[in-house]
């Protein structure tokens, strides 16, 4: 809460409209594929992503890195990937850290939705489309930072008695 002397009012959007984007990011190229709608993501959602990957990556196997959503880890998404050659790997609960694609999302929220106002919802779906659509291009070398591999193995650590 703000106190002033004058009244001073700040536009927000009114309504609540939902954009659900559904995507996966190249791990080497940086390049984003993703599936949009405004209802909501379901097992169906998810196999039309599997899709899209399939259709756009031509040659050597496919994993697809996935959290413990219910709508991805039933039976049609994993015989579906199974049809079209996409291997499914799923991260243990509770790890975003380790999903490249929240580290992303990370990105887009920052880029378009810190103090940005849309005055329609239109102009909202636009602005993140085309963040999702230009960025392994315009933000080439801050993806690659962020997108890094490099994560903490706890395999081989040596540890001493107490």
């Not at 700040?10 to 984003?32: D, M, Q, S």
């Not at 050597?60 to 890195?65: K, N």
């Amino acid at each position: 809460m703000v106190w002033c002397f004058v009244r001073y009012f700040l536009p927000t959007p009114a309504g609540r409209k939902r954009f659900n984007v559904l995507g996966a990011v190249a791990a080497l190229t940086k390049e984003i594929i993703m599936v949009v709608n405004e209802t909501t993501v379901t097992a169906e959602t998810v196999c039309q992503l599997l899709s899209k990957l399939a259709a756009h990556v031509t040659e050597g196997p496919i994993t697809v890195v996935l959290d413990n959503a219910r709508y991805q880890k039933c039976a049609l998404v994993q015989d579906y990937a199974a049809a079209v050659g996409i291997e499914l790997l799923y991260l243990p609960s509770f790890s975003p850290h380790l999903n490249l694609i929240e580290r992303l999302w990370r990105f887009v929220r920052k880029e378009c939705l810190y103090s940005q106002y849309y005055a329609t919802f239109p102009e909202f779906r636009a602005a993140l489309e085309t963040c999702l659509t230009t960025a392994h291009r315009e933000h080439r070398s801050e993806l690659e930072t962020l997108l890094a591999w490099h994560f903490q193995s706890f395999r081989s650590v040596q540890t001493l008695p107490a």
